[in-house]
């Protein structure tokens, strides 16, 4: 019997696509983590030989930014999905709910996809989806009244900031549960048993940083985001 861990996701005569390779390569490297994402693996998976990715990617990096790009294209149909009619949310909102909505849309996909998460977050992937993206957030802060100069660096702010802590809390949800539980637990077997005398406001703050969560953290920057960006809007633009 064939083990299935190797099983080929292809079967005989099946096309083999762009579309199907970044499927197979998205599901892998999620179930196995991202270190297991070699042609090879990849190859026993679907059940041919590593070298016909070549005819679709130059190499596995472009590979990688085409599972990147896959990612965000769920966060935008998740977008799409939640609004009316599947309205274009930039030409239908205001622009902090765009905002807000995006970065739903973006810790969902930490909650759902934290290891292939982990893999892109920092890359840019160039592809369709990302464009969009793109567009859809300069769309939303252009009319602000602002210089582009001033636009395209909130835009980045937003994003990046968005991005990083996304990344760090889905490298953290990719750790063997022993360790995530370790760290976890450093707050209240460590912080909290410091000498007051030594450390008396990290005593006195213990409960509270027990409590704090990424997702916590996560929302809080996107309220401070959007703050900072409407204490830069004109005040005759500003509703």
């Given at each position: 019997m064939q083990d299935p861990a190797t099983a080929p996701a292809t079967t005989p005569g099946t096309a083999l696509s762009a579309h199907h390779i970044v499927t197979t390569a998205l599901d892998l490297a999620e179930r196995e983590g991202p270190a297991a994402l070699t042609m090879r693996r990849l190859g026993r998976e679907m059940g041919v030989d590593a070298t016909a990715f070549y005819r679709h990617f130059r190499d596995k990096d472009e590979l990688v930014l085409a599972i990147g790009d896959r990612m965000i294209g769920q966060v935008l149909a998740d977008l799409r999905a939640d609004s009316p009619a599947n309205a274009d949310p930039a030409a239908s909102e205001d622009w902090r709910d765009v905002l807000r909505r995006i970065a739903a849309a973006l810790l969902g996909q930490v909650h759902v996809?934290?290891?292939?998460?982990?893999?892109?977050?920092?890359?840019?992937?160039?592809?369709?989806?990302?464009?969009q993206v793109v567009e859809m957030i300069l769309a939303a802060l252009a009319p602000l009244g602002l210089p582009p100069e001033r636009v395209v660096l909130l835009y980045?702010?937003?994003?990046?900031?968005?991005?990083?802590?996304?990344?760090?809390?889905?490298?953290?949800?990719?750790?063997?549960?022993?360790?995530?539980?370790?760290?976890?637990?450093?707050?209240s077997r460590v912080y909290a048993g410091m000498p007051h005398a030594d450390?008396?406001?990290?005593?006195?703050h213990a409960t509270a940083l027990v409590a704090v969560t990424d997702d916590s953290i996560y929302d809080a920057a996107v309220d401070s985001l959007i703050?900072?960006?409407?204490?830069?809007?004109?005040?005759?633009r500003r509703s």
């Open positions: 996809r934290p290891a292939v998460f982990s893999m892109v977050f920092a890359r840019t992937t160039g592809g369709p989806s990302e464009r980045r702010l937003f994003i990046d900031t968005l991005l990083s802590l996304g990344g760090m809390s889905a490298t953290v949800r990719t750790l063997p549960p022993e360790i995530i539980e370790k760290d976890a637990s450093a707050w450390f008396p406001a990290t005593r006195e703050f900072f960006i409407e204490s830069q809007v004109p005040t005759d």
